[in-house]
């Protein structure tokens, strides 16, 4: 059996239940629940950055004893922890709200984790993926990082190395989580693509996220219609002349109007501009 300092075995591997020896791990929860870290991280070892405040590690795995011994070590490390069973439910997941990193089992019921990774990677997600698997040949591994995983463990594996591999892809990730942006009142999240005026959240399409995300990157700076098509539209160049000036109105009605703000100008016969507090 495996202690915090032991192995972690897979399916196959002679050891099935990877079950700690201390027993901190209960048997017979099943995957597809969400569990926070109950204080403040471990000192002994490094916890990983962030504590519980920070977004949750999601853990893909179908069996439940690896499932619970993964989701225990990770909230001993100051992490919560989601954990889901099947590849379907995992992209779901991955998809629909930020995680600080993915555990992904290889070998999973619905769709298989480089499947998983690779419609995650589609929708140009870029949290970090640590890929488990039994499978250790040399072209699985290969097929693994080639969908997207950015580190690939193979069972049995040590959790201390388990978890220095998890400390250096949350760092990585901070690396490329992109800052929230914020003039004013007017908040955007681009990594959740959500908008607030103060504590009022804005229902925004995709477009008028991107136009908003530009607005909010540069504000007080007059942008050209050129412009502000070349950068949301890129090389999708159709459609009606007036395309930029329709979705400007509509975002307007949005993050303006129902506010009494008229945070987003017309400068005439140059563009629009996103006014700062000063008013330029």
């Known amino acids: 059996m495996a202690g915090r300092g032991g192995d972690a075995r897979g399916r196959g591997s002679g050891d099935p239940q990877g079950v700690p020896a201390d027993g901190r791990v209960s048997l017979g929860r099943q995957p597809g629940h969400r569990r926070e870290a109950p ?104 097929e693994g990082l080639d969908a997207g995983a950015d580190d690939y463990l193979v069972k049995p594996f040590s959790l201390a190395e388990f978890l220095a591999r998890m400390r250096a892809l949350v760092r990585r990730g901070d690396q490329l989580r992109p800052a929230p942006l914020r003039v004013g009142e007017l908040r955007f999240d681009p990594l959740q693509r959500r908008a607030w005026r103060g504590e009022a959240a804005i229902e925004l399409s995709p477009r008028e996220a991107d136009l908003l995300e530009l607005f909010l990157s540069g504000p007080g700076v007059v942008l050209s219609r050129q412009t502000i098509r070349a950068q949301v539209w890129g090389g999708e160049g159709g459609g009606a002349s007036n395309l930029v000036d329709q979705q400007i109105r509509h975002l307007r009605e949005k993050i303006d109007r129902p506010f009494g703000r008229a945070d987003l100008e017309t400068v005439h016969r140059l563009g629009y501009r996103l006014r700062t507090p000063a008013g330029r």
Request: glycine share 14%.
């Open 39 to 142: 204080g403040p991280p471990l000192p002994a070892g490094g916890a990983i950055p962030g504590g519980s405040a920070e977004p949750a590690v999601l853990v893909v795995e179908d069996d439940p004893e690896m499932a619970q011994l993964l989701e225990q070590a990770l909230i001993d490390a100051g992490h919560g922890v989601e954990v889901v069973g099947d590849g379907v439910a995992a992209v779901e997941a991955a998809l629909g709200r930020p995680f600080a990193a993915v555990v992904l089992d290889r070998l999973l019921p619905g769709l298989d984790g480089a499947e998983v990774c690779r419609r995650i990677r589609a929708q140009e997600r870029r949290v970090p993926v640590l890929m488990l698997t039994a499978l250790g040949g040399v072209e699985d591994r290969v």
